[in-house]
T-cell receptor, first 118, second 116 residues
Framework: GAVVSQHPSWVICKSGTSVKIECRSL??????MFWYRQFPKQSLMLMAT?????????EQGVEKDKFLINHASLTLSTLTVTSAHPEDSSFYIC??????????????FGPGTRLTVL | AQSVTQLDSQVPVFEEAPVELRCNYS??????LFWYVQYPNQGLQLLLK??????LVKGINGFEAEFNKSQTSFHLRKPSVHISDTAEYFC??????????????FGGGTRVLVKP
């Protein structure tokens, strides 16, 4: 159990277009999902926390108008990169939080989406 | 706030040799500790975690880690590596505040290259 999928696995788009990435928890409900960004040979940086039924919480330095997050259901969060530019090219990874212990919620990670903006 | 330092960015090791990946963390509060593995162009897979109890934690694929509170370390070890262990390894910490979402803070990663 605890499988998280992402779609698409990779996408190539032209500069100025918008790209939507989906994150789904397949066998559990997730009120909270997280979106990370990873540059080549670097670590994961948390971009935002996606909350079902409410606005996302963005980390400092992340443009909320650039990276639109929608958590429309308990199993789906989407990240839309608006007006993408080459510097937005990156590996985007989501995770879904599952209730586990009274004091701890474990995150399960998706396989990632490789975005290349030409 | 927490921070995580992985002391080695790259570790070459011969097949069947032991390997140790070092991780130190800094936090003003108690934390949970994790090791994740990432294969090329894939997401993260949890190797093991320390939440409480025994400081020696055993994970998948023969990995284990030891939590040392006084040294604020959580080093990962495997007694005998395989070619398939070639991957990027991330140490991460999470605060104990469930209401804050148990956010993860990652170290910079250690690339393990297993040579035949």
């Amino acid at each position: 159990g605890a499988v998280v999928s992402q779609h698409p696995s990779w996408v190539i788009c032209k500069s100025g277009t918008s790209v939507k990435i989906e994150c789904r928890s397949l066998d559990f409900q997730a009120t909270t999902m997280f979106w990370y960004r990873q540059f080549p040979k670097q670590s994961l940086m948390l971009m935002a926390t996606s909350n079902e039924g409410s606005k996302a919480t963005y980390e400092q330095g992340v443009e909320k108008d650039k990276f639109l997050i929608n958590h429309a259901s308990l199993t789906l969060s989407t990240l839309t990169v608006t007006s993408a530019h080459p510097e937005d090219s990156s590996f985007y990874i989501c995770s879904a939080r599952r209730e586990w212990l009274a004091t701890y919620n474990e995150q399960f990670f998706g396989p990632g989406t490789r975005l290349t903006v030409l | 706030a927490q921070s995580v330092t992985q002391l080695d960015s790259q570790v070459p090791v011969f097949e069947e040799a032991p390997v140790e990946l070092r991780c130190n963390y800094s936090s003003s509060v108690s934390v949970y500790l994790f090791w994740y593995v990432q294969y090329p162009n894939q997401g993260l897979q949890l190797l093991l975690k320390y939440l409480s109890g025994s400081t020696l934690v055993k994970g998948i694929n023969g990995f284990e880690a030891e939590f040392n509170k006084s040294q604020t370390s959580f080093h990962l070890r495997k007694p005998s590596v395989h070619i398939s262990d070639t991957a990027e390894y991330f140490c991460a910490v999470s605060d104990l505040v469930k209401a804050a979402g148990n956010k993860l803070t990652f170290g910079g990663g250690t690339r393990v290259l297993v040579k035949p």
